[in-house]
Structure formats: C-alpha cells, structure tokens
C-alpha cells in the first residue's frame, strides 16, 4: 500500500514594491538609532551619566536586533534590504545626532526625539503594510512597543515628581 503524496505549496510570498518600500524605510530608522544610541552612549557627560549610558546601551541593544528582524523579513519576502553606510546616511528621516559632548538632560532629549520619529515612521506605514501583509504588521507593532518601553525609560532621567 501507498502513501499519499502530500502537496506542500512551495510558493513563497513576494513583498510588493510598496511593502518593500515601507519596510526599507523602517529599517533605515532603526539602523539610525542604533548608530545614534551609540554615539549618544559614547558622549553623555553629566550627573546621571552612568545610568543613562547603560540604558542607551539597551536601546540600541532593541534598536539593532530589530532591525535585523525587518532586514530578514525583507528577505523571506524575497525583497533586498539595504542597511549600506550611504543609503542611511542619504535616505534616513531622523535628524541628525549633535557632535560633540552632551549633557545628561541634553541627549535624552534628543534621544527620545529620535525614538518618538522612528516610531512615527513604523505608525505611518503600519495600516499599508497590514493590509498586504498583517505578519509583517505585527512585527510592527513589537517595534514600536518596545520603543515606546525605552523612550519612557529614558525620558525618566529628566522627569521630576
């Protein structure tokens, strides 16, 4: 006696221009952070320093293996992402990093600045990316949580009671 043959689809989803297109731009943003956390870890001067240092450690910790997550997303959609030192640096939406020494209070404000745009990023192309693929959207919706969690985290250090 025979065994049926089981057909397993082998067709594997394929990202469409607009969805590739949005999920570069999340990328992009969180590459940014990740190299902005850094250079914000690195420059943190003031009363407070210690800690802050380690949380942006933390934050670019969330902000790079997410952006792993998109960038292997991208490809089991069978798109190319593209995280290359110049598409960053020409294509990103986050303003730009201050040079230079920063205070405490200084750079989590302008941390949380720029967590508070990639999440604006992540929010803006969620409902298009749910619409084609909702998988993908909750990858989303992880983002921009455990953004969120760091912001308020972060922003903490200059929250009086």
């Not at 914000?40 to 210690?50: E, L, M």
């Not at 798109?79 to 598409?87: K, L, M, N, S, W």
């Amino acid at each position: 006696m025979s065994t049926p043959s089981i057909h397993r689809s082998t067709q594997r989803t394929q990202a469409s221009a607009q969805l590739t297109g949005h999920l570069q731009r999340v990328l992009v943003a969180l590459v940014d952070l990740h190299v902005q956390g850094k250079q914000a870890h690195w420059n943190v001067t003031g009363r407070g320093f210690r800690d802050l240092h380690l949380q942006l450690d933390e934050l670019v910790d969330v902000a790079r293996e997410h952006s792993d997550t998109v960038a292997e997303r991208l490809r089991a959609l069978q798109a190319v992402p593209d995280g290359r030192t110049e598409t960053v640096a020409t294509t990103t939406e986050l303003s730009p990093y201050p040079a230079g020494l920063i205070s405490v209070g200084d750079t989590v404000d302008a941390i949380a600045e720029r967590i508070a745009q990639t999440v604006e990023i992540a929010r803006t192309v969620h409902d298009d990316v749910d619409a084609e693929d909702a998988t993908t959207a909750d990858l989303l919706h992880e983002i921009v949580a455990d953004l969120e969690k760091q912001a308020w985290m972060i922003t903490s250090e200059n929250t009086e009671v």
